[in-house]
């Protein structure tokens, strides 16, 4: 376990657009005065990683990203936590609780049930989580007063990403793999097989999804979101089918696609999800066709900064294509390498999204 105490620097990466959130927290003093002054000194945010840890380049690290934003914007220290492994989350969240936290962001569905037990002893202490409703009772909200769920309908950007995948693939075969088959995941998988069954609806090919099948409700997972001997032969699987462009689903698990990729001696584009991986991991940046973005960065600190100016709200926010919460990142180096057409099929299809006259569908999708 990892804590750490600090004043917030820049955070100086490049985010999404994203809608304002709201969410307010009660004060507590942090274990130093925070020079230069601020509307609310006393105010301490804090976050708990899940197990990919901060520096995993994508969904851990861009929670990060947007603590740190916010932090620096209202001028107060935070806390961050590093979980090594699932048994810490318990007691990573209990340490921030004790250390007079005002508001608690936890990172992934893998701390629901953590951050919904906090938030019930803790009712004084404000909670939001990323990735996860807080609704143990599956009504659709939020079960406690005190948590504010951020959640991102990312089958409808990774609808986007199926499509320019079939429109690159010259094998006729694409695929995906995830960390750990939950909702967070196979959304995004579901997502772009549609965007391939849509392709190959409107263009007449006969593009296959390898990884993942969405009426079976089956496909590759790793067990985890680490990069490692798991990755590497999950990806080296959907190679061996003839895949040519690959989407893994789970934190750093990319890392372990790019190497098989890289060892394979063959053309096959990589798929980012979460953040534009282009930018945010330059070592795989020559690999990437485009990333499935969420915008948990600017999300995160819209969450942290209302907090801290006393406005709380356990309204859920749904990132989607119409209000920029999710979105598909630029092709960069590959724009000279994609149909000419495709970008503009693409903002069409996205519009298509957003007036519900092209319907995309995942049992994961959220609701209002």
Same mark, same amino acid.
């Given at each position: 376990?990892?804590?750490? *105490?600090?004043k ?42 899940d ?27 935070? =806390? ?15 340490n921030?609780?004790?250390? #007079? ?31 996860d ?30 499509y320019?995948?079939?429109? &690159?693939? =010259? ?7 995830g ?37 079976g ?7 985890g ?25 789970? #934190? ?11 060892? *394979?001696g ?11 991986v ?10 990437l ?23 709380? *709200?356990?309204?859920? &926010? ?11 990142a630029?092709?960069?180096d ?8 495709? *970008?503009?099929?693409?903002d069409?299809?996205?519009? #298509? ?16």
């Amino acid at each position: 376990m990892r804590i750490t *105490s600090r004043k917030a620097g820049l955070a100086g990466l490049a985010t999404i657009g994203a809608s304002a959130l709201l969410l307010a927290g009660c004060a507590a003093a942090p274990e130093e005065d925070n020079a230069g002054g601020s509307d609310a000194p006393d105010f301490l945010p804090c976050m708990v990683s899940d197990a990919g840890g901060f520096d995993d380049k994508s969904f851990n690290e861009s929670g990060f990203n947007g603590l740190v934003e916010a932090a620096d914007e209202v001028g107060v220290e935070y =806390k961050e936590v590093e979980s090594a492994d699932e048994s810490a989350y318990g007691p990573n969240v209990q340490n921030l609780v004790d250390q #007079g936290c005002n508001l608690i962001v936890t990172v992934g569905f893998l701390l629901s049930e953590t951050t919904l037990e906090a938030a019930e002893a803790n009712p004084d202490v404000n909670f939001a989580i990323i990735d996860d409703q807080l609704d143990a009772d599956q009504d659709g909200q939020p079960d406690v007063d005190n948590g504010k769920p951020i959640v991102f309908n990312t089958h409808e950007a990774a609808f986007l990403a199926g499509y320019a995948a079939a429109s &690159y693939s =010259k094998t006729g075969v694409v695929g995906t793999f995830g960390g750990i088959q939950i909702p967070t995941v196979t959304i995004f998988m579901d997502g772009f097989a549609e965007g391939v069954a849509y392709h190959n609806e409107q263009k007449g090919t006969n593009v296959s999804v390898v990884g993942w099948d969405v009426e079976g409700e089956t496909g590759v997972f790793t067990g985890g979101f680490e990069a490692g001997t798991a990755a590497l032969a999950s990806a080296q699987g959907l190679i061996d089918q003839n895949a040519d462009v690959i989407m893994p689903v789970g #934190g750093p698990i990319y890392q372990s696609a790019a190497e098989a990729i890289r060892s *394979s001696g063959r053309e096959i584009a990589l798929i980012g999800v979460d953040s534009d991986v282009y930018e945010s991991d330059p070592s795989v940046a020559d690999l990437l066709l485009t990333s499935v973005m969420k915008g948990i960065t600017p999300a995160t600190r819209d969450v942290v900064t209302a907090a801290a100016e006393g406005d709380f *709200s356990n309204e859920k &926010y749904i990132g989607t294509l119409e209000n920029d919460g999710v979105a598909l990142a630029p092709f960069h180096d590959f724009e000279s390498k994609v149909a000419p057409e495709l *970008s503009d099929e693409l903002d069409e299809i996205r519009q #298509g999204i957003i007036d519900g006259d092209i319907v995309v569908e995942s049992k994961a999708a959220f609701t209002e």
